[in-house]
T-cell receptor, first 114, second 113 residues
Framework: DTAVSQTPKYLVTQMGNDKSIKCEQN?????MYWYKQDSKKFLKIMFS???????INETVPNRFSPKSPDKAHLNLHINSLELGDSAVYFC?????????????FGPGTRLTVL | AQSVTQLGSHVSVSEGALVLLRCNYS??????LFWYVQYPNQGLQLLLK??????LVKGINGFEAEFKKSETSFHLTKPSAHMSDAAEYFC???????????FGTGTRLLVSP
């Protein structure tokens, strides 16, 4: 069983479109995260949710909106896609979001904006 | 502000040789430190983490890292490289009171026969 899963794995779309990426974890964790990995492989956190509540919101354009319907799911919706949004987006989860809790990563979603 | 610096975007070793991947950090308070590995087209997997217990940390797949406060370093080593170790390696830190990982820019390990 996949611990942290993301769909889709690949997403190719046109500028200006709206798209969503879904994430699910079956580890029973309370905290979930979204990270962005750019073309130079640099990873940076975008958001973190604990029990459906937003706890970290980095300086991300408000075109990005995370939604957590329950603590096992954290989806990422992106409005008005731009070329610079092309990246690999990783979802992750951890037990309670305590400092030094291990974060478990999903396989990533490669988003290409044309 | 905290940051992580990984020296060398690429490191090449021969199979059986010592692996040394360098990581230095900057933090106003003692951080927790992590090494993650990313195989091609996969997510990140935790290799090991330092949480202020023993300064020498042993991880999976024969890797270990030593926390040196005086040098602000957390270098990753493995005595003998295998072909299967070829991957991207990321050093990261987390500060007490915060839950976000701050990553270095990664080091690609290449292993030749």
């Amino acid at each position: 069983d996949t611990a942290v899963s993301q769909t889709p794995k690949y997403l190719v779309t046109q500028m200006g479109n709206d798209k969503s990426i879904k994430c699910e974890q079956n580890l029973g964790h309370d905290t979930m995260y979204w990270y962005k990995q750019d073309s130079k492989k640099f990873l940076k956190i975008m958001f973190s949710y604990n029990n459906k509540e937003l706890i970290i919101n980095e300086t991300v354009p408000n075109r990005f909106s995370p939604k957590s319907p329950d603590k096992a799911h954290l989806n990422l919706h992106i409005n008005s896609l731009e070329l610079g949004d092309s990246a690999v987006y990783f979802c992750a989860s951890s037990q309670e979001g305590r400092v030094a809790d291990t974060q478990y990563f999903g396989p990533g979603t490669r988003l290409t904006v044309l | 502000a905290q940051s992580v610096t990984q020296l060398g975007s690429h490191v090449s070793v021969s199979e059986g040789a010592l692996v040394l991947l360098r990581c230095n950090y900057s933090s106003s308070v003692p951080p927790y430190l992590f090494w993650y590995v990313q195989y091609p087209n996969q997510g990140l997997q935790l290799l090991l983490k330092y949480t202020s217990a023993a300064t020498l940390v042993k991880g999976i797949n024969g890797f270990e890292a030593e926390f040196k406060k005086s040098e602000t370093s957390f270098h990753l080593t493995k005595p003998s490289a295998h072909m299967s170790d070829a991957a991207e390696y990321f050093c990261a830190l987390m500060n007490t009171g915060f839950q976000k990982l701050v990553f270095g820019t990664g080091t690609r390990l290449l292993v030749s026969p």
